[in-house]
């Protein structure tokens, strides 16, 4: 197989965690999601629980900084005094899904502003998954003891949260198209299918035997 790396960004209920899942089990190859963390503590020497604090979320102050705060690989070094900044978290954690990237072993990473960090890779195949507002409240509903419009702010809340944090380290919209290969309705298709959408574009794009 060749090193794909199948990025996911999602709506909150979209299911596109469980999307990954299925794509990488099926397909027999990593899937990273909350490991990203662990690894970025492994590469950095920092605790683990900074880099799940900023986790697709930024300060209530982001707007006034966001020309500052894209992304552009830079890493601070150890000693510095903005080290453990949120910016330089971000970094890190970047330059882990970077090297993944470029370990040619084909993965799925889920959040991150994945897409962004790998937008002049090749091997990167970069998906949004959404769906419609009675699919998001459904599927968030499982898993959720809110109900109504107590959900249905948290699920803005959430979604306004991954969009604030992918502008302010990206400097585009989190919902603009034009940010992934692939847009996939999931609560038009059906896990399953978004799942096989996913594959058949990789097959499309890297040729028939991209999974071989």
């Not at 950095?44 to 629980?49: L, P, Q, V, W």
């Not at 690989?73 to 978290?89: C, H, R, V």
């Not at 991954?162 to 609560?187: F, M, P």
Request: glycine content about 8%.
């Amino acid at each position: 197989m060749k090193g794909i790396v199948i990025t996911i960004a999602r709506q909150y209920g979209s299911g596109g965690r469980t999307v990954g899942k299925m794509l990488a089990d099926e397909l027999g190859i990593h899937y990273y999601d909350k490991e990203l963390s662990k690894l970025a503590s492994e590469e950095s020497g920092i605790n683990e629980a900074l880099f799940v604090d900023t986790d697709e979320s930024v300060k209530k102050k982001w707007k006034s900084r966001i020309s500052s705060t894209i992304y552009d690989g830079s890493l601070k070094k150890p000693g510095d005094s903005d080290f453990t900044s949120d910016q330089n978290l971000f970094n890190i954690q970047a330059k882990v899904i970077r090297d993944l990237a470029e370990s040619g072993e084909p993965c799925v990473i889920v959040g991150r502003c994945a897409d962004f960090v790998l937008k002049d890779y090749d091997n990167a195949l970069r998906v949004f998954v959404h769906a419609d507002h009675d699919f998001l409240m459904q599927e968030a509903g499982k898993v959720q003891s809110l109900k109504g419009k107590e959900l249905e702010k948290f699920i803005a809340q959430i979604d306004k949260g991954r969009a604030d944090y992918y502008e302010y380290y990206t400097g585009h919209k989190w919902t603009d198209a034009l940010n992934y290969d692939l847009c996939l309705d999931s609560g038009k298709l059906g896990f399953a299918k978004c799942v096989e959408a996913i594959k058949a574009y990789a097959r499309v794009r890297y040729g028939e035997d991209v999974f071989d």
